[in-house]
């Protein structure tokens, strides 16, 4: 069956009607993959699944809230949008403007921006403004703006976006029949989490589905806001998509983790690139660092230094997981956004001269 994006395929649950112009580029629809290595580590009867995530259009998960976003912006006579972002969601944002016809400008962090992410924005003809300032800061001024000038912000505090990104819980809950046990997520501004949440409850809600997941969501070290509980006025990591202090859906995010009895923890840079590394050598999928954030959460989950708060961790321990268990990480993003991320992963090519000998050599046979 043809797949014509997530508005055609979820019509019913978003807010859109029949006059609403569809400004789609097929998102949606991406692979549920199961990965053996993931699920034997959590046990016998395990089976975890990546929700990948980097195979939308623009290679992350925003593309599902920008098609709600920028239809309802040009249903409503818009002519140019903002956003303030740390990268995916101007590129999303810039090619759905981009096929809206429509103007689009957005502020991002100076010098903070993976390459592939600021190259996606400009080449789709977007305003770009680079941003003495963090993304925090650029998202404030996307609110004044949007208060006083003719403009629609398209960043998650817009509801359509958070409508739009629910669809990816539907898709799970399709492939698998009903909800997972677990849902492992990177927190960044908190869009996300919401809106996954949002997406499994209104199934439930609707009869379709049995089960609610558990939320388990997870920040780097130093930007770390919803787990401190606590605004970081300068949040550092080199997972720059979740670079972020101060997050618009934070209440929403801690709801979602209270009432799914499920748990935020951090995670080290160090953690984010060995698990980015240890996805690509031992399942091929090649993520961004930020995304890699829920692969190194389940990893902490199931190591020595699990989190106290953890129930996975700590029904594992206790044998009280139920069997078969099925458990999703959903990876946000596409590891081609950030090709600079080999430097710090210290991986390098050899050189050799043209002959046999070398070769065989530099191949260590
Ligand atoms: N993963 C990636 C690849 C992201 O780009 C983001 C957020 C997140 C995770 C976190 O999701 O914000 O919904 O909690 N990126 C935003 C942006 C902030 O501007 O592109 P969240």
Not at 55 to 74: E, Q, W, Y
Request: proline letters at 5%; one cysteine or more; glycine letters at 8%.
């Amino acid at each position: 069956m043809r797949w014509n994006g997530i508005i055609e395929a979820y019509r019913r649950f978003l807010p859109v009607n029949a006059k609403t112009p569809v400004v789609t580029l097929n998102e949606g629809n991406t692979p549920l993959i199961f990965s053996p290595r993931l699920s034997e580590m959590v046990g016998k009867e395990a089976s975890v699944y990546l929700k990948f995530e980097g195979l939308n259009p623009t290679g992350s998960f925003k593309d599902r809230g920008m098609t709600v976003a920028i239809s309802r912006a040009v249903e409503k006579g818009a002519k140019a949008v903002i956003c303030a972002s740390t990268g995916n969601t101007s590129a999303s944002a810039a090619a759905y403007a981009a096929r809206a016809g429509i103007t689009c400008a957005v502020l991002l962090p100076k010098g903070k921006i993976a390459r592939g992410k600021l190259a996606q924005a400009l080449i789709c003809g977007a305003q770009v403004i680079a941003l003495r300032g963090n993304f925090d800061e650029a998202l404030r001024l996307v609110r004044e703006i949007g208060e006083s000038y003719p403009v629609v912000i398209v960043n998650s505090i817009n509801p359509d976006r958070i409508e739009g990104q629910k669809t990816a819980a539907f898709e799970v809950m399709d492939v698998l029949g009903d909800a997972p046990d677990f849902h492992f997520l990177p927190v960044g501004n908190a869009g996300n989490i919401t809106a996954y949440w949002k997406g499994y409850r209104e199934w439930k809600e609707a009869g379709i589905s049995k089960k609610l997941p558990r939320m388990m969501g997870f920040q780097a070290a130093g930007a770390a806001p919803v787990y401190y509980d606590k605004i970081v006025r300068s949040p550092d990591t080199l997972a720059t998509a979740i670079r972020i202090g101060n997050p618009a859906s934070w209440k929403k995010a801690q709801m979602a983790i209270a009432q799914s009895n499920g748990c935020v923890d951090i995670i080290s840079d160090a953690e984010i690139l060995a698990a980015q590394k240890w996805l690509a050598c031992n399942e091929g999928i090649f993520v961004e660092p930020a995304s890699a954030a829920s692969i190194a959460g389940i990893l902490k989950c199931l190591g020595k230094r699990a989190c106290k708060q953890c129930p996975l961790a700590d029904e594992m321990r206790a044998s009280l997981l139920p069997r078969p268990v099925k458990i999703v990480c959903t990876v946000t993003g596409h590891g081609l956004k950030d090709p600079d991320v080999v430097n710090l992963q210290g991986l390098k090519t050899v050189t050799v001269w043209p002959t046999v000998d070398r070769v065989i050599r530099a191949m260590g046979l």
